[in-house]
């Protein structure tokens, strides 16, 4: 084949790569929605990281906590964070869905061509792989980890012979990103790169040294010579795999954090199926099993047209004449440097069916290292016996992705009617407000379908995308659930002693809850308190009822005043009494967060009416029921003498008072503000920077004007 002819074929052969990346992409943007399990409840959590920082978002900041230490499972929610100043939420997905799909087919092309130019062919693998299981059950973490998997592998391959100092420093930015993504590909590319430089320092070592027959009466050598030489074949891989030795210092240090599960083990039977089936290219539904298995036969053909090409090769290099005085063994062609990739196959698939389900922090580990055991496998294919063979088996691989594509483009379609419907009341919740569900994950037939989605629970975390948006804290969560994410609930909600489904919410009444049809027949008790403000056909959404403002706090005044305290201190008169533990009435008055507050100690030194106050260090929220109208507040603020202060305070999302010193001493400092409410709420936020000696927030009473 001239260099011309060859350049016509890669030429076509890019142009169909881009060809089939624009259609595997579509899917994504023609529909308003990819259907994935968990994939609202990553928006969601992304969404809460990027607006926590606001203190207006009492709500996100009472219910839960960051956990901004450095550990997998931190890129898709740290990147979906970043999009979310730029675009909406849902294009955040698309966006990162994206990368995820199209990541995959490319990396495994960068890796096949590192280990062999022109052999790339089975590249195209990755566009029915990147429409896997995992995507679909919302694993974004996961699927992004394989292609920096495969990435990594490749980059380390190319430059395995000049290991500089800024090669090694490029693969370890790999191996952080990886690390940061998901644990257990950092784990698997851990394994991979150790057993691939082992390997093939091995190979090279025993291939040099004992691999060329010796001439007699050439310059023979010695014993002594060979184990020298062969040592000092191997001395690279073991510099390269000391300066691995933080890399692997994180590995372990994560594994041993993990905590231990018992059980969780599937039965052979099962992890058979799953295999022989293609399961981790199934989501929906069971037609993808056919294609997953027509791709099974095109491997086993693949390798058998390996082993041929392999044992031509041996048997034209055996007839070869023996006279050359450099001629290599037998045994160097029998055994070739790509078989370590037929052996790393093997022992993930060991490991298949050896490892459990679940353990160490997490899940679906089965499911995972099916999907590496076939790609990891792909560099071992030699198919050159002919180039029709390739075309034939590049054809094949393509009418695949698009019939598993096809499949998956129909269920979209009817899927996204029926999450159209389920997320109708989106821009219903109010603002700063708390959100459950029953049931707490959703899995029911689908109308559209006609059918219950068998793998995959599309509607399992719908509900997030009604919380995405005005500060409203999602009471089931299970990402805040868990070690692996940024948000966290916070402790001292958990109660240990309450049902696993219940154990974060018993501190908090919500002031929406959605209920899925099939907890309908409990609508009798849940209006007894709540109000229906929307339903489809999918679920009922519902409202706290509120009461209307107390007129009897008035007492024919225009003012009311609050003096906060402590319990032993003495109300001012014409005063309310404001404790730390004073806990918000609907239609009265009170804290509405749960948040740690303390009285000060009673200063007798103090002016009139203000000689106690309510401290804080986490924000607190005070909440007045009112009248709608204008209003003139003013808050009353005093050191007590033991610290200095820096008060904000938000009202109804207003800043109002920003960055107020209050020097130590007994002076009382004071800020009026005007407002119009027009909910029947009054909310302020008080709260302090909470850096070096501004760490605490002290109130130590307010007086609210009818103008």
């Not at 052969?13 to 023609?30: F, Q, T």
């Not at 269920?411 to 389920?422: F, G, S, V």
């Amino acid at each position: 084949m001239t260099k011309h002819e060859s350049a016509g074929i890669a030429s076509v052969g890019r142009h169909v790569i881009i060809a089939l990346l624009v259609i595997h992409l579509l899917p994504v943007w023609i529909f308003t929605y990819f259907p994935t399990q968990d994939g609202a409840s990553h928006i969601y959590n992304s969404y809460v990281l990027k607006e926590y920082h606001k203190h207006e978002n009492y709500r996100l900041r009472e219910v839960y906590e960051l956990r901004l230490t450095l550990f997998p499972n931190w890129t898709s929610h740290a990147f979906l964070a970043l999009l979310m100043y730029v675009f909406p939420p849902i294009i955040c997905e698309k966006i990162l869905i994206s990368i995820c799909i199209g990541l995959l087919p490319l990396s495994l092309f960068y890796f096949l061509n590192s280990v062999q130019k022109g052999n790339a062919i089975f590249g195209l693998v990755g566009f029915i792989f990147a429409y896997n299981y995992l995507l679909h059950m919302g694993f974004y973490n996961f699927v992004l980890s394989m292609s920096l998997f495969f990435f990594t592998l490749g980059y380390w391959w190319k430059r395995r012979n000049e290991l500089t100092i800024a090669n090694i420093g490029m693969l370890y930015a790999l191996l952080i990103a990886t690390y940061l993504t998901h644990y257990q590909s950092y784990a698997t590319l851990m394994m991979a790169l150790t057993f691939f430089s082992v390997f093939l320092s091995l190979y090279e070592a025993l291939r040099v040294t004992w691999g060329y027959r010796e001439i007699s009466g050439g310059n023979e050598k010695t014993l002594a010579s060979k184990l020298k030489t062969f040592a000092a074949k191997l001395k690279p891989t073991f510099l390269f795999l000391v300066t691995m030795l933080p890399a692997y210092f994180i590995m372990i240090s994560y594994f041993l954090d993990r905590p231990r599960r018992a059980g969780g083990h599937k039965g052979f039977e099962w992890l058979s199926e799953y295999f022989f089936s293609m399961k981790s290219l199934v989501s929906f539904r069971d037609e993808h099993i056919l294609i997953g298995r027509v791709l099974l036969v095109v491997f086993a053909v693949a390798f058998v047209l390996t082993l041929i090409d392999r044992v031509l090769h041996v048997y034209r290099f055996s007839r070869l004449s023996e006279s050359d005085d450099s001629i290599e063994r037998l045994w160097t062609r029998i055994v070739r440097k790509r078989d370590l990739f037929l052996l790393l196959a093997t022992i993930l698939t060991v490991m298949y069916f050896r490892f459990p389900w679940v353990g160490y922090g997490g899940g679906w580990i089965n499911d995972r290292i099916h999907l590496y055991i076939f790609l990891v496998l792909l560099p071992f294919f030699s198919i050159g016996l002919h180039k029709y063979i390739k075309y034939a088996t590049a054809v094949i691989i393509i009418a695949l992705s698009l019939w598993h594509l096809g499949y998956n483009v129909q269920t979209y379609y009817l899927l996204n009617k029926d999450i159209d419907d389920a997320v109708s009341s989106i821009g219903m919740l109010d603002k700063h407000t708390i959100l459950t569900s029953r049931p707490e994950e959703w899995n029911g037939v689908s109308d559209s379908l006609g059918w219950k989605p068998k793998y995959v629970a599309p509607f399992g975390h719908t509900e997030c995308l009604l919380a995405v948006k005005n500060g409203i804290a999602y009471l089931d969560n299970y990402e805040a659930h868990t070690d692996h994410f940024p948000v966290r609930f916070k402790e001292r909600h958990y109660s240990a002693e309450s049902a696993p489904g219940e154990r974060w919410k018993t501190d908090f009444t919500p002031d929406h809850m959605i209920l899925w049809r099939t907890e309908y027949d409990e609508i009798e008790e849940l209006e007894d308190d709540f109000e229906l403000i929307h339903s489809n056909n999918h679920n009922r959404l519902y409202r706290l009822k509120r009461a209307s403002p107390d007129e009897n706090l008035w007492g024919g005044r225009t003012t009311i005043k609050f003096d906060m305290q402590s319990h032993d201190g003495q109300t001012a008169p014409d005063h309310i009494a404001i404790y730390e533990d004073t806990v918000y009435i609907d239609g009265r008055y009170g804290w509405l967060t749960k948040s740690e507050r303390e009285d000060s100690v009673s200063e007798t030194n103090l002016p009139e009416p203000y000689r106690d106050s309510v401290w804080g260090e986490e924000d607190g929220v005070f909440r007045v029921a009112l009248p709608n109208g204008e209003y003139e507040v003013t808050c009353y603020f005093s050191s007590g003498g033991s610290e200095p202060l820096e008060i904000n305070l938000i009202a109804n999302g207003e800043n109002k008072i920003r960055k107020l010193r209050i020097p130590t001493g007994i002076e009382t400092v004071e800020r009026s503000y005007d407002i119009t409410i027009t909910d029947e709420r009054l909310t302020q936020v008080i709260y302090s920077r909470g850096r070096s000696r501004y760490e605490r927030w002290g109130w130590s009473g307010c007086a609210i004007k009818r103008n």
